[in-house]
């Protein structure tokens, strides 16, 4: 009998979106401004600004920048992991799709039976 060992779950930081964005704003507000304006503000592109403007940037953004960005990178990966972890929830107890696993979170939050790796998940994902 072979042992199956599930993969470990994408970790997120304890950071939320919005504690990330708040960070970036209060840190990095004046080098986006004056290095970064008109650069679409989705985080890829936000990030390969402030890294060609590296020399360019204020003490405090330099400090933060690639952290944040690194949180909401794993929180958006700790959110995709909760289709994988929670697929059995999602479908048996919830009557859900994993295509649209954001529309399953209530009842995944509140229901019975759900599974510790599907709690993790959801915990590393922010949605408790």
Do not use: H, W
């Amino acid at each position: 009998m072979a042992l199956s060992i599930a993969p470990p779950l994408a970790a997120a930081e304890t950071t939320s979106f919005a504690d990330a964005a708040a960070l970036l704003a209060k840190s990095c507000a004046a080098d986006i401004e004056s290095n970064c304006r008109g650069v679409n503000l989705d985080s890829n592109r936000l990030k390969e600004c402030l890294s060609r403007n590296r020399d360019a940037l204020s003490e405090p953004c330099a400090a933060n920048y690639l952290k944040t960005f690194d949180a909401i990178q794993k929180r958006i990966a700790a959110r995709v992991t909760v289709a994988n972890a929670c697929t059995r929830e999602i479908v048996k107890l919830c009557g859900g799709s994993t295509k649209e696993t954001s529309r399953s979170i209530p009842c995944l939050t509140t229901t019975q039976g759900v599974s510790q790796r599907c709690n993790q998940a959801m915990d590393e994902a922010g949605y408790r």
